[in-house]
């Protein structure tokens, strides 16, 4: 049994992969558009112009992964969660802090803690929370 | 595994450990309430009796480790804009998982074969968290 986040988009889910290959490293696995998915979509369930959006899409981040689609237009945000990345250097945390927030809100500036030489949070251009930790 | 979901409860995480170890065998690996925090919180960014609550937890399910946590209680609860996908080994499994986690819930999606799983459904579990649940092709 094994988990993994989904996030969804609202129509900027290509534009989110292309960042976070760009702030993280990440691979695209694979990304479909309802366009191009055997099952014909209702048109109904779908905004206008929505075929070309990201049905599903999985992106490899180190050895995670990471899911993330447009959903069906009716999402509008994110709310009660975050990604926690886990840094292995200090370099590394400062380096994906500072990409990740490029664009987007500082919560709390990278700091040491009682449980971690550098812990942060942010939240990137999309809207998606993150936290970045240097464990102990 | 550099990334990790973090989930936040706004003062029911103890109730979703309790019914994530039921459901899905969660393993709790640690635990920390505000009140034994060696580090106080600044004045007001807590709610009022908020010291019993968990401060961070870290949840062994399967393979995977997810944190979770009651958050400050200062801001509006609820999850919007994400799921867990949660892969199962048989279908069995998935289906077990998914009845569990739909009861209180909502099954959003039954579950069912679909062009890229043997099976796949969602289900909103009783504190609004959306789960996918899938065995793939």
């Known amino acids: 049994m094994s988990i993994q986040p989904y996030l969804i988009f609202d129509g900027r889910a290509e534009e989110a992969a292309a960042f976070y290959e760009k702030a993280l490293g990440a691979q695209i696995q694979m990304l479909m558009r309802y366009k191009d998915s055997p099952l014909p979509q209702p048109e109904e369930m779908l905004p206008p112009g929505w075929s070309a959006k990201v049905m599903h899409m999985a992106l490899k981040i180190g050895d995670t992964i990471v899911f993330g689609s447009d959903g069906d237009g009716e999402e509008t945000g994110f709310k009660g969660f975050s990604l926690s990345y886990s840094a292995k250097t200090q370099e590394e945390a400062e380096r994906v802090f500072a990409a990740l927030a490029e664009g987007g809100e500082t919560k709390m500036r990278l700091t040491r803690t009682f449980f971690s030489p550098a812990f942060g949070m942010l939240t990137d251009r999309f809207g998606v929370p993150w936290m970045v930790v240097l464990p102990q | ?137």
């Open chain 2, 1 to 137: 595994m550099p990334i990790k979901p973090y989930l936040f409860f706004s003062g029911r995480a103890d109730e979703a450990i309790a019914f994530y170890q039921n459901a899905l065998g969660a393993e709790v690996n640690f635990l920390l309430r505000f009140d034994e925090s060696p580090e106080p919180p600044p004045p007001g960014a807590l709610a009022p009796d908020w010291g019993k609550k968990i401060m961070h937890s870290c949840l062994r399910i399967g393979d995977s480790e997810v944190f979770l946590s009651d958050g400050c209680g200062t801001g509006p609860a609820g999850f919007n804009g994400f799921g867990v996908s949660l892969e199962a080994k048989s279908v069995a499994e998935a289906e077990r998982m998914f009845g569990a986690l739909a009861d209180g819930g909502e099954a959003r999606m039954p579950l069912g074969e679909t062009f890229f799983a043997v099976t796949f459904g969602m289900a909103v579990d009783r504190f609004g968290v959306l789960w996918m649940i899938i065995v793939p092709k």
